[in-house]
């Protein structure tokens, strides 16, 4: 990779972390985490992994789709956002179902749509 290159994929590194700041200050402020996993320019794809208190808080889920949402339309290189809070155990779903007090979950749901944010 060229010096070039390597200047851009820090370019689009820091503008994911300062949109992740500026947007979701919620985030760090109820002692939760958002860290970037993986990001792929070339196929302009990030992986970002919320933590601390982001594993098992209910409103997760709504966070993980508005960052989704918003980054791919602030961010014109970001053409694909997977995020997760590291609750599901494999790493492999993009998001995670809600779940709710009274509501067991269903392994048999395949929606990656969680509920709409309310931001």
Do not use: W, Y
């Amino acid at each position: 990779m060229s010096t070039d290159a390597s200047n851009t994929d820090d370019d689009l590194k820091e503008r994911v972390t300062n949109f992740l700041r500026r947007n979701f200050p919620q985030i760090q402020m109820h002692g939760g985490s958002a860290a970037i996993q993986h990001l792929d320019r070339e196929e302009g794809e990030v992986t970002i992994m919320l933590g601390g208190a982001c594993s098992g808080c209910g409103i997760s889920p709504m966070t993980i789709q508005a960052i989704k949402s918003r980054m791919v339309k602030e961010i014109p290189e970001i053409e694909k956002v997977n995020a997760e809070t590291g609750m599901g155990g494999d790493g492999g779903h993009d998001s995670m179902s809600p779940s709710f007090p009274g509501e067991s979950s269903s392994d048999d749901s395949d929606s990656d749509e969680g509920p709409q944010a309310p931001f």
